[in-house]
């Protein structure tokens, strides 16, 4: 069973497109992240989620807005997207937080 | 910022121990070290941490010097599948939980 499952794997679209990205963990945590990974292959934290509710969020352009419906959802949604947001974006998830953090997949995300 | 500073890359023979550096000579008291890695193309995994003692669980061990002042990660039968950049990261107890991934080492592992 997969415990931090994201979707779309992969998702190619143009500038100026609003796209989502979907993230689910089955571990029963009350704690989800959102990670960014440029093509320098630097890990960046955007935003936390703990128990619904925003506890960190980053120097990220408002174009960029987190949902998390219930603790075991943490959505991300990218308005009006650039060139520069082409990256490699994990979501993660912990029991509490600071306890160790379960990453998902990646989604890799490639704005034309 | 990373306040960590480790090797860009290193390599190491199957079946042999990887022993992995990782300075942070600026640490503070309540700041653990952890250590993740990522695999090509996957999510990091968490390998381990510690405070002040020497830790070990079933993927590592993690040695660290007892002025905390530097660490080493140990993987005592390095396979293939250990092949991944490794980071080591300081973080705090207290409030301020983030996780801050520097450029990490990559290990390479030979057969």
């Known amino acids: 069973d997969t415990a931090v499952s994201q979707t779309p794997k992969y998702l190619v679209t143009q500038m100026g497109n609003d796209k989502s990205i979907k993230c689910e963990q089955n571990?029963?945590?009350?704690?989800m992240y959102w990670y960014k990974q440029d093509s320098k292959k630097f890990l960046k934290i955007m935003f936390s989620?703990?128990?619904?509710?925003?506890?960190i969020n980053e120097t990220v352009p408002n174009r960029f807005s987190p949902k998390s419906p219930d603790k075991a959802h943490l959505n991300l949604h990218i308005n009006s997207l650039e060139l520069g947001d082409s990256a490699v974006y994990f979501c993660?998830?912990?029991?509490?937080?600071?306890?160790?953090?379960?990453f998902g997949p990646g989604t890799r995300l490639t704005v034309l | 910022d990373a306040k960590t500073t480790q090797p860009p890359s290193m390599d190491c023979a199957e079946g042999r121990a990887a022993n992995l550096p990782c300075n942070h000579s600026?640490?503070?008291?309540?700041?653990?070290v952890y250590w993740y890695r990522q695999i090509h193309s996957q999510g990091p995994q968490y390998i381990i941490h510690?405070?002040?003692n020497n830790e070990t669980n079933e993927m590592a061990s993690l040695i660290i010097t007892e002025d905390r002042k530097s660490s080493t990660l140990i993987l005592p039968h390095a396979t293939l599948r250990d092949t991944a950049v490794y980071y080591c990261?300081?973080?705090?107890?207290?409030?301020?939980?983030?996780?801050?991934f520097g450029k990490g080492t990559l290990l390479t592992v030979n057969p």
């Open positions: 993660a998830s912990s029991q509490g937080r600071s306890n160790e953090q379960f």
């Open positions: 990261i300081l973080r705090s107890g207290g409030s301020n939980y983030k996780l801050t």
């Open positions: 989620y703990n128990n619904k509710e925003l506890i």
């Open positions: 571990l029963g945590h009350d704690t």
């Open positions: 510690g405070l002040k």
């Open positions: 600026t640490i503070s008291g309540n700041e653990y």
